[in-house]
Nanobody, 116 residues
Framework: QVQLVESGGGLVEPGGSLRLSCVASRNFFGISSMGWYRQTPEKQRELVAVMTSGGMKTYVDSVRGRFTISRNNAKNTVYLQMNTLKPEDTAVYYC??????????WGQGTQVTVSS
């Protein structure tokens, strides 16, 4: 079972940028999709961005044009580049993989706080 570790969160001012990383314990063979989700105490966990093994990318409307999901196969890493951050982007961000047998694996999360 693959394990995931997120990093890159922190405190940033509105308009700033952060890049989150999700490092997998092995390569991406057998992984059908990789995604980033976020959660606040007031909201249910929501999808932010997802990328299929074929490279198709989907974004929630609120981040489209500001966030970019990408991957580096050689480093077993999925990224979320977040630009023009807003206070409403404040959340714990989680990485999730789904394999070809529909099993899900989550990382432990990384806190992103957007505040002046």
């Amino acid at each position: 079972q693959v394990q995931l570790v997120e990093s890159g969160g922190g405190l940033v001012e509105p308009g700033g940028s952060l890049r989150l990383s999700c490092v997998a314990s092995r390569n991406f063979f057998g992984i059908s999709s990789m995604g980033w989700y976020r959660q606040t105490p007031e909201k249910q966990r929501e999808l932010v961005a997802v990328m299929t093994s074929g490279g198709m990318k989907t974004y929630v409307d609120s981040v489209r044009g500001r966030f970019t999901i990408s991957r580096n196969n050689a480093k077993n890493t999925v990224y979320l580049q977040m630009n023009t951050l807003k206070p409403e982007d404040t959340a714990v961000y989680y990485c999730k993989f789904i394999d070809t047998q529909y099993r899900e694996v989550w990382g432990q999360g990384t806190q992103v706080t957007v505040s002046s």
